[in-house]
């Protein structure tokens, strides 16, 4: 953590000052961020799962059960049909309605809504993610669990009984330390210390689960790796590396692209654009965004580096299962990486008819046509 640095409410009013000056000239995220995210393979388009029309019937079944469709619930829904693509039917559908738990906790008691809640709807949503939050393995910690609560253990029954016991200790931990984080009043109180760029960052990338989106690609094939196995070649701290970066990566772009959001509608502190202007006071808002791109291409560098160094040494393994399983992971964070820009840069839950992004100022959204 960095030493106190103190703002005011008068903050924001220079941040929106500031932001409206830049809607008159647009800015692309697209250049901003080239030659990486404007090479072909970062637009091209992706097919949903194949079982797409069974699937949302499911899905959407689920949400109006347990009443969880708000407005927006298709977007909860694309994004797994999206980024599981080649996953066994059952495992997506599971996947799905953990991403839809997610997503309607995050519109109603996430880090943009808990500070409006009243003072009881905030001792409630509290105890509520503690108890959700404080499970172990055996899921049977909550004493009377109410109705959310028993779907929530119901959702992790099913993860935990269709994978190895080591893959969902890591990812439970993952998951739960995800709702610890994000579910609560995130804004930095003006008294508080800042958090450096790289400590910002970590706690995005456990704010945004982009951890368990990369676990669920073994989960979603039923094709779980051998992390011994992974040692013993020695790309196990290689292969870590890359998720923690590609998580960094995601969580950074998605600071820009919800940042009109966050920031401009909610004033929210909790965005890596406010994180760097209060790490270097008296930054322009233009000047954070092209430090922010700096640093995303710099991710993107690193991330390409380390996916060339892991498959020289996987193309070299002999031909076996192990191997066919490794490489068939590595397609799939390949995808995952270019979906997390493309998922963001297409959803509706970004469009703004007045952002200051050229690929947000829309309406429409492809990805729901």
Known sequence: ?????????????????EYFELQESQLSLKELLSPEIASEIFYRKFAPHPQSK??????QSFGEEHNMSLPNFQEYINF???????????????????????????????RDIFKFLSKEEQEKATMFINNISGLDETLSGIVNP???????????????????????L????????????????CQIDSKEQIPTIDDYLEYRCHMGAFYTVLHNIE??????????????IQIDEKLKRLYKLMSEFAVSTNDLFSFEKEVITYESSSNLVVIFILNNPGTTLRDSIIAISKIIKNQLAEIFSLLKSIRITVDSLPDSEIKSIIEDNLFEVNRV????????????????????????????????K
């Open 1 to 17: 953590m960095q030493s106190e640095i103190l703002f005011d409410v008068s903050f924001f009013d220079r941040i929106k000052k």
């Open 54 to 59: 069974d699937l949302k019937k499911d899905i």
């Open 80 to 110: 797994s049909l999206l980024f599981y693509p080649r996953g066994s039917y059952d495992e997506v559908l599971c996947i799905a309605k953990n991403n839809f738990f997610d997503f309607y906790l995050n519109d109603t008691l996430g």
């Open 146 to 168: 109410d109705s959310l609560e028993l779907l929530f253990i119901e959702l992790l029954s099913e993860v935990k009984n269709n994978s190895p016991e080591d893959w969902f």
């Open 170 to 185: 890591q990812f439970l931990k993952a998951y739960c330390y995800h709702f610890e984080i994000t579910h609560k009043n």
């Open 219 to 232: 989960y979603s094939r039923k094709q779980f790796l051998d992390w011994k196995f992974l040692k013993k």
């Open 337 to 368: 990486l270019q979906l997390s820009w493309v998922w963001q840069a297409q959803s509706s839950r970004y469009k703004n008819p007045t952002s200051i992004w050229v690929e947000t100022r829309t309406c429409e959204s492809s990805l729901n």
